[in-house]
């Protein structure tokens, strides 16, 4: 089984165009295994294990399907899908949370730093 979490999700001309800005979730740690997903506002994505899942992560303590990100321009909103280990936000395990940028996001042993980045013209 492979460690690396697959990368989902694009920021497409079509978006750089409606939206200022786009959110980049990549690894709080440095490492061997860079993870980075990025996320255009006005979707919503689930992480998880699972195949189904649009960011899969193959990490230990992961649900199948562990959380859901509803992405706007100024926010991420995270809410968990009854994932066995829980989501954390700041070290807080949460049900629903609101992310801005500088937040962490865990899910399982996976750290991810949130980041709000105007996209470049």
Avoid at 30 to 39: M, Q
Avoid at 75 to 89: E, F, H, M, P, Q
Avoid at 92 to 101: D, L, V, W
Wanted: proline share 6%.
């Amino acid at each position: 089984m492979c460690n690396r979490p697959r990368l989902v999700g694009s920021w497409t001309a079509q978006a750089m165009r409606r939206y200022p800005a786009m959110w980049i979730l990549q690894n709080a740690e440095p490492g061997p295994e860079a993870v980075t997903f990025r996320v255009a506002p006005g979707t919503i994505k689930t992480v998880g294990r699972a195949p189904r899942a649009d960011f899969i992560v193959e990490a230990a303590l992961v649900s199948r399907l562990h959380c859901r990100l509803e992405v706007t321009d100024d926010r991420i909103d995270v809410i968990d899908l009854s994932s066995t280990n829980g989501t954390y936000v700041n070290g807080k395990r949460i049900e629903r949370a609101r992310m801005r940028s500088g937040d962490l996001l865990q899910v399982g042993r996976l750290a991810l730093k949130v980041e709000r980045v105007p996209h470049e013209s």
